[in-house]
């Protein structure tokens, strides 16, 4: 089984509310994630622990299967944990800061596959 671990780190010129708000806007996810063909929430509601998400996600730009994810933490506007609970295993953690006119955004992933060479399809 293949396993990654992933963390981005990168400045946004927006307040922590503002970013938080454009973070968890669930279904405009894919115009900024790379790996994220669509978005959609399963769950009647769309905040707060237990939020369910439907992720097509890309695998060398192709989508290529769906994904579940499960909120498990949700402290605005600073930290969000999610839970990968299909083919793909594991955890997100975003972890926002004010930091200078805008926030800090961390974005770190422990995540597998349970194929060979899973870990260069992550």
Do not use: Y
Request: no cysteine; net charge neutral.
């Amino acid at each position: 089984m293949g396993s990654v671990r992933i963390e981005r780190d990168v400045w946004l010129a927006l307040s922590l509310d503002e970013a938080w708000r454009i973070l968890t806007r669930w279904e405009d996810q894919a115009r900024w994630m790379r790996d994220a063909d669509s978005v959609r929430v399963l769950t009647p509601h769309r905040v707060g622990v237990g939020v369910e998400l439907a992720v097509r996600t890309r695998v060398f730009n192709v989508p290529a299967f769906g994904e579940r994810l499960e909120v498990m933490v949700w402290e605005p506007p600073s930290r969000l944990v999610v839970a990968h609970r299909s083919f793909v295993r594991g955890i997100g953690v975003w972890l926002l800061r004010a930091h200078g006119e805008g926030t800090r955004f961390t974005w770190a992933e422990a995540l597998s596959l349970p194929v060979p060479l899973g870990e260069v399809a992550l």
